[in-house]
């Protein structure tokens, strides 16, 4: 592989690689704005231009970073001298002739390209003599989509938006009008940018040009609090930023992962945490008076005796029936792996995972092939691999009618757990217990309603589609009584078994790691980043019986 020196910084790249992305990998930051690693070069914005020395011979011209491509040893680079200098001052002056001056109302104040350039590449002062500036009138706020809205005073044309829909989503909505001074962006006649991509444009706008309707005017971003997590909104487990303000969600934005999302993510992902705010939310242990005939009122308790009830309704349960676990796709695996250790102590057989499918999401990735997925839940895998696969229907028919007790994992783990019917067959348990964050109509049903904690306050693993498992962080800590469900299971586990208490989540991933031959050589503190590939063997089942089942059920 070829070398290159950058500011008297010497690494080896790849042949091909070009002047920006090798200036990264030296840790050297080439300012950019038209240039993007997924998209075509089109060298416009003239932002990277750098000087070149090959084997000792300058190049006459400063040269486009993004253009110019190490293929041979003997390349000295500068970014750093006076001619680099005042060509990168000249550009500022030029796309700050035109821009307006509203960053105390534009939503990407605080994460702007055009702002951090102007302070470290910029000039105090405009040669600009004009009085009006170009303006676009009519073009304020326009709706490109459901999702996008477009701001063309304070485009600068690097036609990132343009490319994106023409070279990754592959629609094509987005297009160059007029010319000269006159050009704006804006969509074909009788399109929309309605892709299911479509807020990626926003993503990958250097300036305020585009904005997302679901954050726009939300929140000032220097108030986010940010942290790595995973999307939730189905089986490809997309890598996420997690932005929120006191417990409060703003948004999802995608985390690069080359190995599973590259840089984007699903319109219908962005939106998945939004049901955190419309659904009702079960804030403390419930537990139902007078035994469980499903029709005396429940009460509001204390964790403690909400605990003993469980315990003393499943040490009651032997010989009267059978005991059951309803698991879910949205149990971390940790999580998944401690309820199929209490369903192990009870001698539970009958254990299921559904998951409803929904519509295909596609997420395009560099030469690699697109990764799909269906299932309506982010880690239905990990889950059966911590030992939730297995059992009856009890969904249909009177499976639930047999159960002296029928522990359910997740009071919100698909459509099911609000449809009537399905609720009233699961009420035909002797002892109904319902571990969850939303108050649902199962919860509501349940002799035992216990309140953990979602995903945004909790830290675990999923298992994607590709059988990649993922780790995620804890955004925020959960209020009042709701406890992350880690904390819960240890405290009622320890009431059946010794070694058992204060569990965190990377306790318990090692020790499965330690246990489950698909997580073998796998530890907490050593996953890398981009996740880790587990030891799944080819015939592993895509659906258990039971989830195949409750899927079809769902989709139809």
Request: proline fraction near 6%.
């Given at each position: ?21 090798a ?5 050297v ?12 070069v ?5 932002m990277?231009?750098?000087e ?8 006459p011209k ?11 040893d003997?390349?000295?680079v ?10 990168q ?7 700050l ?8 109302i534009?939503?990407?104040?605080g994460e702007c ?8 590449h910029?000039v ?6 004009y ?6 009138p ?5 709706p ?18 343009i490319r994106f ?5 592959g629609?094509?909505?987005?297009g ?20 299911p991509l479509?807020?990626c444009?926003?993503d ?17 971003v220097w ?11 189905c ?9 929120q303000r006191?417990?409060?969600i ?14 984007w993510m699903?319109d219908?992902?962005r939106s998945?945490f ?7 939310r079960?804030t403390s242990?419930r ?5 469980g005939?499903g ?8 964790w403690?005796q909400?605990l003993?009830?469980?315990h ?11 005991i ?5 796709g949205?149990l971390?695996?940790?999580e998944?792996f ?6 192990d102590?009870?001698?539970a057989?009958?254990r299921?995972?559904p998951?409803d499918?929904?519509?295909e999401?596609t997420?395009?990735?560099y ?18 691999l911590?030992?939730?696969?297995g059992g009856g229907d ?7 009618a047999?159960c002296?007790?029928?522990v ?7 459509q099911?757990?609000y ?11 002797k002892?109904?217990?319902v571990?969850?964050?939303?108050d649902s109509?199962?919860?509501?049903a349940a ?5 953990v ?10 298992v994607?589609?590709?059988?990649r498992?993922q ?13 992350p469900?880690l904390?819960?299971?240890?405290d009622?586990?320890?009431r059946?078994?010794a ?14 790691a330690s246990?489950l ?6 530890s ?6 981009t996740?880790?590939a ?7 089942p895509?659906?258990s019986?039971?989830g ?6 769902a989709?139809?």
């Amino acid at each position: 592989m070829p070398k290159v020196t950058i500011n008297d910084r010497t690494v080896e790249v790849e042949a091909g690689t070009n002047v920006i992305d090798a200036g990264l990998k030296a840790g050297v930051l080439v300012p950019h704005y038209c240039y993007h690693p997924r998209l075509t070069v089109v060298g416009q914005c003239r932002m990277c231009l750098v000087e070149i020395t090959d084997n000792g011979k300058k190049m006459p011209k400063l040269q486009t970073a993004c253009s110019s491509y190490v293929t041979k040893d003997g390349w000295s680079v500068r970014t750093d001298t006076p001619e680099v200098a005042e060509a990168q001052k000249g550009m500022m002056e030029f796309f700050l002739i035109n821009h307006p001056l509203d960053c105390p109302i534009c939503d990407q104040a605080g994460e702007c390209g055009l702002q951090d350039y102007s302070f470290k590449h910029g000039v105090a002062f405009s040669r600009f003599q004009y009085e009006d500036k170009r303006t676009y009138p009519g073009r304020e706020r326009i709706p490109l989509g459901a999702n996008v809205v477009l701001n063309m005073n304070r485009c600068i044309q690097c036609t990132r938006c343009i490319r994106f829909t023409e070279e990754v989503a592959g629609t094509g909505e987005l297009g160059f009008f007029n010319r000269g001074a006159r050009v704006e962006i804006g969509t074909f006649p009788g399109k929309e940018l309605s892709n299911p991509l479509a807020t990626c444009v926003v993503d990958i706008c250097p300036v305020g040009a585009l904005t997302s309707t679901r954050f726009r005017f939300a929140e000032r971003v220097w108030y986010l609090d940010k942290k790595p997590s995973i999307c939730t909104g189905c089986e490809v487990g997309c890598n996420i930023t997690m932005e929120q303000r006191r417990g409060d969600i703003k948004r999802y934005k995608p985390r690069f992962n080359v190995e599973v999302n590259d840089y984007w993510m699903c319109d219908y992902g962005r939106s998945s945490f939004e049901r955190y705010k419309k659904l009702p939310r079960l804030t403390s242990p419930r537990v139902r008076a007078e035994g469980g005939n499903g029709h005396a009122p429940v009460v509001s308790t204390g964790w403690s005796q909400a605990l003993d009830a469980v315990h003393r309704g499943i040490a009651g349960a032997a010989g009267t029936g059978e005991i059951a676990f309803l698991g879910s796709g949205f149990l971390t695996t940790e999580e998944a792996f401690l309820f199929a250790r209490l369903a192990d102590l009870m001698g539970a057989k009958n254990r299921s995972v559904p998951v409803d499918l929904g519509p295909e999401r596609t997420i395009p990735r560099y030469k690699r092939p697109p990764i799909t997925g269906r299932e309506a839940a982010p880690n239905r895998r990990g889950a059966e691999l911590a030992g939730l696969a297995g059992g009856g229907d009890l969904l249909h028919g009177d499976g639930a009618a047999r159960c002296a007790v029928l522990v359910v994992c997740d009071s919100d783990f698909g459509q099911a757990a609000y449809d009537p019917e399905t609720v009233a067959r699961l009420r035909r348990a002797k002892l109904l217990v319902v571990f969850g964050w939303s108050d649902s109509p199962l919860a509501q049903a349940a002799d035992v309603a216990l309140p953990v904690a979602h995903h945004g306050e909790k830290e675990g693993t999923f298992v994607n589609v590709e059988w990649r498992v993922q780790r995620f962080e804890r955004a925020f800590p959960p209020t009042g009584q709701v406890r992350p469900a880690l904390d819960v299971l240890s405290d009622l586990l320890s009431r059946f078994e010794a070694g058992w208490s204060q569990l965190s989540a990377a306790t318990v991933f090692d020790r499965l790691a330690s246990e489950l031959p698909a997580f073998a050589g796998l530890s907490w503190h050593r996953l890398p980043a981009t996740g880790a590939a587990l030891h799944v063997p080819e015939a592993q089942p895509k659906l258990s019986d039971q989830g195949a089942e409750t899927a079809r059920e769902a989709s139809q």
